[in-house]
């Protein structure tokens, strides 16, 4: 049972979440913390129904494709996008050659470990992950709480503590929808990972990893509460972490983020590689090389990345739900899905985008289906 959470819990033990917890925290307050939380560990049960369903998986090779590649260039794009803000946050010469010693250690101990055994690779990478979504909002409250109680500030934003539920209860339907079709990609790009049919490994998951982003993403907290105002907001971990996380806080956060960083993508590599030959140059271009050109290169924040992305994600869920051995059906459901998305996104937001791609391609192929039944009666 332990290896089976092991495997659950890979994609949701990342420095990418961790980074995006802080900034959803940071925007939204606890009641969007808390949401992203809820919809996390939801996912984990609703992607266990789904598994049960022997018509869950995807009959079209086009969407098949499309999932594979949605969720390898989403994956690079986060894992780039958080070394970036390593790198930059960066204070010191001294700190950024501690980083590029990391990133050499992390690489050969990582390679060497999956010449050998590949679950003890996985099975530190989650233990570290636990480890430091812990460990490092203790060290941070630690080292500001004392003197605070002495000196009689705040070190907690009390309009972050409010909940207003009119300015998230979108954000976290969107996030949800997002969440669930991660998990979908998920399995569906790792095929290895084969759970059994109890629900009781996926609730436990879904369990530690709400706690786990309720735990880290709590320090955005005293982020706002200390004026550590980003540029960008998915920066407000490492800002919170480089000024009150201290020199042993700020080592542990870096190292293991690089760690798992680095395991995410020799693992992505290595799937990568598994498949045809014709395409793997290819694939290197479209999987590591472009996400890595966008993020060098554009302002973007990992909420942006998971919301943008949501933009395609929604119009699938024709797909994951009620998925149809007709490729005509599923790509018209997908096709008029994204379009709708697409529509209401210029129109609206991204948010409203990603809700009205979803509900229409379900709709749609719902209909289409309905429409076979009648005629077979």
């Known amino acids: 049972m332990g290896t089976k959470i092991i495997d659950l819990l890979i994609p949701s033990i990342t420095p990418v979440m961790f980074f995006l917890a802080a900034q959803v925290a940071y925007d939204f307050g606890v009641a969007g913390l808390l949401g992203f939380s809820i919809m996390l560990a939801i996912s984990f049960y609703i992607i266990y129904l789904l598994k049960n369903k022997k018509v869950s998986r995807i009959h079209d090779p086009l969407l098949k494709k499309l999932v594979y590649s949605l969720y390898f260039i989403e994956t690079s794009l986060s894992i780039f996008l958080v070394g970036k803000i390593i790198f930059s946050e960066a204070a010191t010469q001294y700190f950024q050659v501690i ?22 690779v996985s099975t530190s990478t989650i233990v570290l992950g636990l480890i430091v979504s812990f460990l490092i909002p203790t060290l941070v409250y630690l080292r500001v709480s004392i003197p605070t109680v002495y000196s009689g500030l705040h070190f907690l934003s009390r309009d972050m503590l409010t909940i207003n539920i009119n300015e998230s209860i979108f954000l976290i ?14 399995h569906t790009v790792y095929e290895k990972v084969k759970i059994g049919h109890k629900s009781r490994s996926f609730i436990i998951a879904g369990l530690i990893s709400a706690n786990v982003l309720i735990a880290f993403g709590s320090i955005s907290f005293l982020g706002r509460a200390q004026a550590v105002f980003p540029d960008l907001s998915d920066r407000v971990s490492m800002q919170v972490m480089s000024r009150f996380g201290g020199q042993f806080g700020q080592l542990l956060f870096v190292s293991t983020s690089i760690f798992i960083s680095i395991y995410v993508v020799i693992r992505l590599w290595k799937t990568m590689q598994n498949e045809s030959s014709n395409y793997r140059s290819l694939s290197f271009f479209y999987y590591l090389f472009f996400p890595l050109i966008i993020v060098v290169f554009w302002d973007l924040t990992l909420l942006d990345i998971f919301l943008f992305f949501g933009l395609i994600w929604g119009p699938l869920y024709s797909v994951i739900i009620w998925p149809s051995e007709s490729s005509v059906k599923t790509r018209i459901s997908f096709i008029a899905g994204l379009v709708l998305s697409i529509v209401f996104f210029t129109l609206y937001d991204v948010i409203i985008g990603i809700l009205a791609g979803t509900i229409s391609s379900i709709l749609i192929v719902r209909l289409m289906n309905m429409n076979l039944y009648i005629k077979k009666a």
């Open 99 to 120: 980083i590029i010693i990391l990133v050499l250690v992390a690489t050969i101990f990582v390679l060497f470990l999956r010449k050998f055994e590949e679950k003890w």
């Open 173 to 186: 339907l969107g996030l949800g929808i997002i969440l669930v079709a991660h998990q979908y990609g998920y």
